[in-house]
């Protein structure tokens, strides 16, 4: 990347995390991420709670990250934000302010596609750690998070086409819900993949049958929730005692599907690069499975960095650094999205 590269403002607000970045082209400068911990109580994110937390957050993320880039406001040259998908009142605080930015420092304004963005991470550069490698167009992305679970061939850096996708709950969803009846915090999914380090995958579980590349959890859920009632009756302590072991079990069919998706769209496709995406790619069992799949069909496999699988504004500065090479800026007019199915 030339010194001419732009130096782009990043902003991510469509869930609970306030996450503002600085970018010099696709190298990172600064990325920074204030959770919200106020939805921990609740078992789940409360989006009026949410919002209002952006609202308070959102100014000094901003200033934090740019004090830590050591980049003034007068140097920025865009501002990449999220436009969607994801919980609207959150939405609107990071688009409107974004907005607000790129009139007042008469900067273009760059609207990103969240999941797009999640896919587009791999392409990030951070100077102080040794560099990840880069995929080339085209690859198969494996995108995993709270709301959304696809398969995904990323032809371009704005050509997405879908090969397949849940037909109900999100895989990152499945897991915090599951968390929920072990009485884990919020969100479980790291949780589960913590405990199941020391427990072996020993209870089992009914899991659906699905044509090729399409998922299902709704009714795995179900047969967790089951097998659960039905060890209680044996021993009422099992979910404290066993902990492990029903994490490792849990895991192991979430991560299962998702696999066997992956082979099936590798073959095909015949594309041999495959990438995963999103927060359940920080999964340790899957980044294992998925690394073990790429050595088994020699292909090359690309895990993002663990502070880019949940969410970020790095990965939106990614999307914006694509984007300002096309020169595809957005309107004052565009609204947040709180639904936008680009790749069905
Ligand atoms: O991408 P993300 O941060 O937000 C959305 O766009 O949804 O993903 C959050 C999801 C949560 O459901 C969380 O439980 C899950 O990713 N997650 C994990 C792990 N880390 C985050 N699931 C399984 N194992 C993990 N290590
Ligand atoms: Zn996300």
Redesign the pocket.
């Known amino acids: 990347m030339t010194t001419s590269a732009p130096i782009l403002l990043a902003i991510e607000s ?2 609970d ?1 306030t996450a503002v970045a600085v970018l010099r082209g696709f190298e990172v400068l600064s990325n920074i991420v204030h959770s919200q911990v106020l939805h921990d109580p609740f078992g789940g994110v409360v989006p009026e709670l949410a919002s209002r937390a952006h609202m308070e957050a959102l100014a000094p993320t901003v200033n934090f990250a740019l004090s830590k880039a050591k980049v003034p406001w007068s140097d920025i040259t865009a501002i990449a934000v999220t436009q969607g998908p994801g919980l609207l009142g959150s939405l609107l605080v990071g688009h409107s302010f974004a907005k607000s930015l790129s009139i007042s420092l008469g900067v273009p304004l760059i609207n990103v596609h ?1 999941m797009e963005a ?1 896919m587009l991470a791999h392409f990030l550069i951070e100077k102080s750690v040794q560099e990840a490698p880069i995929p080339d167009f085209p690859y198969i992305c494996l995108t995993v ?4 679970t696809q398969l995904v061939i990323v032809r371009d850096w704005n050509v997405f086409d879908l090969l397949g996708e849940t037909q109900d709950d999100a895989v ?2 499945a ?2 819900k599951a968390a929920k009846l072990l009485s884990l915090g919020y ?4 949780m ?2 913590r405990h199941a380090t020391k427990g072996v995958a020993r209870f089992s579980f009914s899991e659906p049958k699905m044509p090729p590349m399409q998922f299902s959890y709704s009714g795995l859920k179900t047969s967790i929730l089951r097998s659960m009632q039905d060890e209680v009756k044996r021993n009422p302590n099992t979910l404290t005692e066993d902990l492990p072991d029903w994490c490792a079990s849990i895991q192991q069919a979430m991560i299962r599907p998702l696999i066997n998706g992956l082979r099936e769209a590798i073959d095909q496709s015949g594309i041999q690069q495959i990438a995963i995406a ?3 790619s ?3 069992l899957l980044r294992a499975q998925v690394t073990a799949l790429g050595q088994e069909l020699q292909l090359a496999v690309y895990l993002p960095p663990l502070s880019y ?3 970020n504004a790095a990965m939106i500065g990614a999307a914006g650094a694509f984007a300002f090479q096309h020169k595809r800026f957005g309107q004052v007019s565009d609204a947040a999205k709180a639904k936008w199915n680009k790749y069905e």
Do not use: K, L, M, Q
Request: aromatic letters at 4%; one cysteine or more; charged letters at 20%.
């Open positions: 469509s869930c995390d969240h999640h998070s709270g709301g959304h990152g969803e897991f915090d969100p479980g999914g790291p589960i993949d999103g927060g359940v920080a999964n340790r699988t949940t969410d």
